[in-house]
């Protein structure tokens, strides 16, 4: 029987293992830990979401671009019931590229800019089947239709989605439609046979955008989307993104997180600590037998 002493080789590489281990592990151990054991997984009484967009609108003004963001705060407080809130914030950018977002500063205000202010905030109670808004953020399986384009997110690509603060690691459920006056990316996640929309973004070409479903909801939207378009604001793209809430999915992709963290969020640190501890390994076997 062949009997090996340990020696400083290897224990050197039991600790470089051990510490690549915890490395690659820590993400995933440390989400499941903080978040997904203790927040819902279902759309129920208490569940709320929390989105950022940034409005479809510039103006300029004596060399001020103007722009306008929201904060679009949605939750559960009955079967089918919901309480909704909107926050409209004007963006004043004196610099080319003077604004930012990002989902880095979360669960901080995203939007960074020369000045933001708040222009108005609704909120408003309604039912799931009387909201056309919520019929976007949350579909059934049956889809819907926006500006007359069918959208069903069951015909969507199905990718992971990595790493994405409070979500975790869930399936992505994402397509891309265009015509000839709108063109629309769409990212859903599933909460239990009801989809959610996590990201979207829009070009609308012409004033008939699909924003519509944000003024047919606030009254304080469609009286504020009137005047812009009176005043002739400029149409440009926009977006609405998922950026907090307490309700993530059951169904998560633990299995390629684990690949992801190790093949590109901490690339190289995991195989150059490997290599060291495979060649440790090797010279301590040699020295110990």
């Known amino acids: 029987m062949i009997r090996i002493k340990l020696n400083p080789y290897i224990w050197a590489s039991i600790i470089l293992f051990s510490i690549t281990f915890i490395i690659v592990f820590f993400p995933v151990a440390n989400y499941f830990l903080s978040k997904y054991v203790r927040f ?35 939750e559960n407080v009955g079967e089918n019931a919901f309480l909704l809130n909107i926050t409209v914030y004007l963006i004043e950018i004196k610099d080319e590229g003077g604004m930012r977002f990002s989902t880095k500063s979360y669960p901080s205000f995203p939007f960074e800019a020369d000045s933001i202010r708040i222009l108005f905030s609704e909120t408003i109670n309604t039912a799931w089947g009387n909201s056309s808004l919520l019929k976007f953020i ?30 975790g690691f869930p399936k992505c459920y994402t397509r891309r439609f265009s015509q000839p006056s709108l063109e629309i990316d769409l990212e859903y996640i599933m909460l239990d046979e009801i989809y959610l929309i996590r990201f979207m973004r829009i070009i609308p070409f012409h004033n008939n955008s699909c924003w519509t479903f944000l003024s047919d909801q606030f009254t304080s939207v469609d009286v504020f989307t009137k005047d812009l378009l009176k005043r002739g604001a400029n149409i440009n793209m926009g977006f609405l993104i998922l950026y907090d809430g307490n309700t993530v999915p059951r169904e998560q992709n633990w299995f390629d997180a684990i690949w992801y963290i190790f093949g590109f969020m901490v690339f190289p640190i995991p195989i150059v600590l490997m290599a060291v501890a495979v060649i440790s390994l090797i010279l301590g076997i040699r020295q110990g037998l």
């Not at 208490?46 to 609108?57: E, K, V």
């Not at 671009?65 to 949605?74: A, Q, S, V």
Request: charged share 25%; net charge negative.
């Open 138 to 167: 949350m579909p059934m399986e049956e889809g819907f239709e926006i500006n007359g384009l069918r959208i069903d997110p069951n015909e969507f690509k199905i990718l992971p989605l990595y790493d994405f603060d409070f979500l």
């Open 40 to 74: 819902k997984h279902i759309i129920e009484k208490g569940s709320y979401f929390i989105y950022y967009g940034l409005l479809p609108w510039t103006e300029e003004f004596q060399n001020i671009t103007c722009m306008y963001c929201y904060r679009l705060y949605i």
